[in-house]
């Protein structure tokens, strides 16, 4: 508990001094700075090559610290009620009286924002007297990271601070929400939107490809593990990695599987560990099977294809 702490405690030291520190959550790890400062969020960008157009999330502890920043809607409270803290990420209006930093936001009259559930995370929002911004941490565009290894391999000595809190156990991005008019899904994620049309009562829009950047996820290129990737293939080539959803009884030297027994949850969690290991074993090309297109199957395969835009 006193490591956990004194850990927490250094973490907090790096973001008062507006640098960035690398922080766990329950989706993927998440590049952090003070939301509030304009020099510590320009840091993000330039450490990741994220083009300033690309919005970030800002991370609270509660919704009480989020009245601040945010108008707070009905759908929010519904929404927020049931799965916050959690994987689902909310665009809200943005206060005019805002501290936010205006390169969080794009310049933009909304914000994105979250609820991180990972203890440790909250542990250390709970001790800072602002919010966080938070993108995945990993160089733009790339796989992002699921343990500290990979932010390691991401950043090397030019990250200030990891904050390990061991493998995430979604192992994919939240689920974006667009609450400013009618509810409207920007990016699949770790919620499947069943459970959040359940609570609504009614059919989310879904705008994946949206024009107007207003959050992250929205760009075309993404999620690359840096090689090509096909994507719905029944045979691999000979010189292909064979991602593959369940365990087969042939066990050929390119096969690498998602799960051992179909399971969504167990196949997302281990889509990112899987197509940095393929690539780290020296494959130059991938290909996937087909992905059945439902639950957290929509949102693997909306990975995958913008992966495949290499």
């Known amino acids: 508990m006193k490591s956990i702490q004194s850990n927490i405690k250094k973490a907090k030291k790096y973001l008062n001094n507006n640098n960035c520190v690398a922080v766990p959550t329950e989706t993927v790890y998440g590049l952090a700075a003070n939301a509030y400062s304009s020099i510590a969020v320009k840091k993000i960008f330039k450490l990741k ?39 689902i990420t909310y665009v809200l209006k943005l206060r005019k009286n805002s501290k936010i930093s205006k390169f969080v936001t794009n310049n933009k009259k909304s914000v994105a924002v979250r609820f991180p559930k990972h203890k440790l995370f909250r542990n250390l929002l709970k001790n800072l007297d602002y919010p966080v911004a938070a993108p995945s941490a990993n160089i733009s565009s790339r796989l992002s990271s699921v343990k500290a290894s990979d932010v390691k391999e991401e950043f090397g000595s030019k990250i200030k601070y990891i904050l390990n809190g061991g493998q995430c156990k979604i ?48 760009f075309p290129l993404h999620y690359s593990p840096g090689i090509p990737l096909r994507i719905n293939i029944k045979k691999s080539k000979k010189d292909e990695a064979f991602l593959l959803l369940k365990k087969r009884k042939s066990n050929l030297k390119n096969y690498y599987y998602l799960s051992k027994i179909k399971n969504m949850e167990e196949a997302a969690r281990n889509l990112y560990s899987i197509l940095r290991k393929i690539k780290n074993d020296g494959f130059k090309k991938i290909a996937v099977e087909k992905i059945p297109n439902k639950g957290l199957g929509k949102t693997i395969n909306d990975r995958l294809k913008r992966a495949s835009k290499y």
Not at 50 to 57: E, S, T, V
Not at 186 to 214: A, S
């Open 49 to 87: 090559k994220r083009p300033l157009n690309n919005p970030l999330i800002v991370h609270y502890y509660n919704i009480n610290r989020l009245k601040e920043d945010c108008d707070i809607n009905e759908n929010l409270l519904k929404l927020y009620k049931k799965f916050s803290p959690g994987p």
């Open 171 to 218: 192992g994919v991005e939240s689920t974006i929400l667009n609450l400013l008019n009618k509810p409207s899904l920007l990016r699949y994620g770790g919620l499947d939107i069943k459970k959040i049309e359940k609570i609504l009562k009614k059919k989310l829009l879904i705008n994946t490809n949206l024009k107007d950047k207003i959050s992250p996820g929205l």
